[in-house]
């Protein structure tokens, strides 16, 4: 269910787009320039992102380096590293890229200020959630968050150093691991929200997908490795 006001539109895109450029493992709408897909076609795409969703300005894209980076999209003029952006600023997109990690879109209930983070395993215990909600500025209660696509549970095993600064940090997130043959399984979304409801944010939506076991809709860094294309997520205030 979506909980964001009307002028508020979000949008989480599949690893296939009809007219999409890209081939092989990447097919065929890979929008990140970063991996070894070509060029020319992650540029095809992202001129079909534009037109397909009829954005209104090109996305604000970060330097995504599993931070706590929080930064005002209005105020970028180049590539800057930041793992978050906001806006209040009506038609800014504000956009990251994922394959795996936890996409957080954010907005107040007034739809007057949104942002998103990137929020793999390294950003989350880093407090990339807190530094994106501390840049609303806002009562928390005025906010609503949605999870986008990201691995689940059962096909995200991480080492017993990552479950340990997890619980070094809250305790509660000692419910977010699983123990399966010894091995630890860290759930992303139930994670997010131990951060969210700490924050004081319970108007939380989506965490119900697995990028992982979805191979028809969504790419998979886990799965595919250096192979893996991306999918983008953005957010904005439609224009008056």
């Known amino acids: 269910m979506n909980l964001f006001p009307n ?19 990447f097919e065929n709408f890979n929008l990140a320039f970063h991996i070894k ?5 992650v ?20 330097n995504q380096v599993h931070s706590n980076i929080c930064v005002n999209a209005e105020l970028i003029s180049s590539k800057v590293d930041a793992d978050a952006s906001y806006t209040r600023e009506p038609g800014i997109v504000c956009a ?30 880093g407090g990339v959630i807190e530094s994106l909600i501390e840049s609303f500025g806002l009562d ?14 059962i096909s995200f095993e991480v080492g017993e150093e990552v479950k340990s600064q997890y619980l070094s940090k809250n305790v509660n997130f000692e419910s977010c691991f699983t123990n399966l043959n010894n091995k630890h399984y860290l759930d992303l979304y139930s994670a997010a929200r131990v951060v969210l409801k700490s924050c004081g944010i319970t ?22 490795g250096t192979k893996s294309g991306r999918m983008a997520h953005l957010i904005w205030i439609k224009p008056y």
């Open 7 to 25: 002028n508020v539109k979000l949008i989480s895109t599949l690893r296939f787009l009809e007219g999409g450029s890209s081939q092989g493992n």
């Open 37 to 41: 897909d070509k060029p020319n076609h």
């Open 43 to 62: 540029l095809a795409n992202r001129i079909l992102l534009a037109s397909h969703y009829n954005l209104p300005s090109s996305p604000v894209w970060v």
């Open 96 to 125: 990251v890229l994922t394959a795996d990690c936890l996409p957080i879109f954010v907005s107040n209930k007034k739809g007057t200020a949104v942002g998103i983070a990137h929020a793999g395993w390294k950003g989350l215990v």
């Open 140 to 153: 928390k209660n005025e906010l609503v968050v949605h999870l986008g696509p990201a691995i689940s549970q």
């Open 203 to 224: 108007s939380i939506s989506g965490g119900d997908r697995c990028s992982y076991n979805e191979p028809d809709k969504y790419f998979s860094y886990r799965r595919d």
